[in-house]
């Protein structure tokens, strides 16, 4: 099948093409918007004090491949069971399987920052800054690091974080434009009537010699 010839398919069922995309994005509208709740996304920055070595509570601001290993192990520890377990607890919850964590650090700083993704925007906040208080304790007591020290307290977002409804419904219209497509195409390929004069020759290796014109009654 030529350009071509699925151009003159797409236009022959315009119907279907613009029928089908839009039904697909006002049905994951709906549901983006009845079923899905929102989400809020609570955020934290934390120093990290090293230890250096031979001079016990001093900072080596000179070795930063140090400085980052010991960030990646603080960003480590703040997703590991300890200090999860040990906030849900802090904070008198059974688990804290209903928010999302992510940790993230620079390449040649000691700042990491805390996000924390849940249903409501004041509970993620204080989950955050629990956690940022509960990895700051286990560093000191497994001696990672000296402190771990909040820079910007975690505040309740006041718009939500997710989910994101306009790229839900954007999917869900390029999904129905290309199921359109894909069915014109598919109702073509099964449709094995003669439609034409080029499509005679070719089935029957005959030349077509004349044309006999549809005649209505009374003429």
């Known amino acids: 099948m030529t350009l071509l010839e699925l151009f003159q398919l797409i236009k022959k069922h315009v119907l279907l093409v613009i029928v089908l995309p839009v039904a697909c994005a006002i049905a994951m509208g709906a549901a983006s918007i009845f079923m899905m709740e929102d989400t809020y996304t609570a955020q934290t920055s934390m120093y990290i004090l090293a230890r250096a070595a031979g001079n016990e509570g001093a900072t080596n601001y000179n070795d930063l491949s140090a400085s980052q290993m010991i960030a990646n192990d603080v960003a480590r520890l703040l997703q590991s069971d300890v200090v999860v377990k040990g906030t849900a607890q802090e904070l008198g919850m059974k688990s804290l399987a209903a928010y999302k964590i992510s940790v993230s650090s620079e390449t040649t700083s000691r700042v990491i920052t805390l996000s924390v993704t849940g249903p409501d925007a004041t509970s993620a906040a204080r989950v955050a800054n629990a956690m940022a208080s509960t990895v700051s304790d286990v560093a000191r007591e497994v001696q990672m690091a000296e402190s771990v020290n909040v820079i ?19 999917v869900a219209f390029l999904a129905g434009l290309f199921a359109a497509v894909a069915a014109i195409v598919l109702m073509d390929m099964l449709n094995t009537r003669v439609r034409n004069a080029e499509e005679a020759e070719e089935l029957l290796g005959i030349p077509v010699i004349g044309w006999i014109p549809t005649m209505k009654a009374g003429e």
């Open 152 to 170: 910007d307290v975690a505040e309740p977002p006041a718009a939500p974080s997710g989910p994101n409804r306009v790229l839900y419904v954007a």
